[in-house]
């Protein structure tokens, strides 16, 4: 909090550096392009939690209910992965997927009868690639903390449901989902307190000049 109102440098440090009040949020608040910054950083942060935070409650219901354990965790590994992977190589990824020369996006928009999309320099596309990327990326490491809230949930509360006769999407609708909502709503509050941060990494790696 300090640094903000600090010309700091790190030789002479947090104290040592100078005292210049609001001169960087003078300059923030002066710059032509900054409400169109804070509208693009507030509406893509909106998107991640109106598409991106309900997905891996969604993966994590819909994991509960494989029976399989290999398949189970198969499917939890594959979707684990893109969490270790740093935007440089997802960005790359993306890229060849969505290239209109070489991706099989656009191939198969074209074995369809389509034209092709140039996904990454149409404005109109670029934010919904951010948010689909994304949830790519974060949606198995996401569903984590759900499948184990889920693992802590009494057994003995499903067989009286299954003796009631509740099958297994009434077990999920009125045991497991109630049992999560105290993680959603901690986690959802979290997620809103970081509306501030749209993803520097995930944009930097997938901009161009088109979309700037």
């Known amino acids: 909090i300090v640094i903000a109102f600090k010309d700091y440098k790190m030789v002479k440090g947090i104290m040592g550096s100078k005292w210049i009040g609001f001169a960087h949020f003078k300059t923030l608040f002066s710059s032509p392009s900054f409400f169109e ?107 984590i903390i759900y499948l184990a809230t889920i693992a802590g949930i009494d057994i003995e509360m499903y067989e009286a449901a299954i003796i009631d006769g509740a099958n297994r999407l009434k077990q999920a609708l009125y045991i497991t989902i109630p049992m999560l909502y105290p993680v959603i709503t901690v986690l959802l509050i979290l997620n809103i307190g970081n509306i501030l941060n749209a993803g520097f990494d995930q944009i930097f790696n997938l901009y161009t000049p088109p979309v700037y």
């Open 37 to 143: 910054v804070m509208r693009n950083t507030i509406l893509i942060s909106i998107y991640r939690i109106v598409f991106g935070f309900p997905a891996p409650i969604i993966l994590a219901l819909l994991l509960n209910e494989v029976r399989s354990t290999k398949y189970k965790k198969l499917v939890q590994t594959v979707s684990y992965l893109p969490h270790f992977m740093s935007w440089v190589g997802i960005g790359g990824i993306i890229k060849e997927l969505l290239s209109p020369q070489r991706g099989i996006v656009n191939y198969i928009i074209q074995l369809l009868g389509g034209k092709q999309i140039y996904f990454l320099i149409d404005p109109a596309w670029f934010r919904s690639i951010l948010i689909i990327s994304g949830i790519w990326q974060g949606v198995g490491w996401g569903s």
